[in-house]
């Protein structure tokens, strides 16, 4: 294809959401990134250090005055950094990630309508989901 068409693949690419990176994961400030893919609430998550996701409701403590309940997650499944990438088997053994507790969200609600036609059945309900908002602190290896 020429290169007319792979910049606009790219373009539709970023527009979709998809965030764009250099073969060597390299911030903006040539800074290198560590990522890890942890496993939480049967879903698997690409994070690295700041960023800020949704999680399932997981049992947390009452934090203290003023500070922030501190969550680990220990099923961590793949790490890459400066040693290279390490994939567990299916858990990286002594991996963690550690975030904390922002606070808890609701989800947007999913309107459920069933219907049988022509018998005057209608039915309506919906569903809004709990999650907890956490911004992750560290990868430790």
């Known amino acids: 294809m020429g290169s007319v068409w792979g910049a ?5 690419f970023a527009l979709a959401g998809y ?8 911030g ?18 690409r994070v690295q250090a700041g960023d800020v996701l949704d ?7 009452a934090a203290k005055d ?22 567990g088997n299916p858990v990286i ?15 947007p609600k999913v309107r459920i309508f069933k219907k049988v036609r022509r018998k005057g059945y209608k039915r309506q309900g919906g569903h809004r989901q709990d999650y907890l908002k956490i911004r992750v602190q560290n990868i430790v290896i």
């Open 55 to 61: 999680v399932e409701l997981l049992p947390v403590e």
């Open 93 to 107: 053994p002594g991996a963690r990630v550690e975030a904390e507790l922002l606070h808890d969200t609701r989800g």
């Open 28 to 45: 903006e400030r040539g800074v290198f990134v560590m990522f890890a893919v942890i496993e939480t609430g049967g879903k698997q998550y």
């Open 66 to 87: 003023g500070e922030r309940e501190k969550i680990v997650f220990d099923r961590v499944l793949l790490v890459y950094g400066e040693g290279g990438t390490r994939v």
């Open 8 to 12: 606009l693949e790219l373009t539709a």
């Open 19 to 26: 965030a764009l990176r250099p073969a060597t994961q390299c």
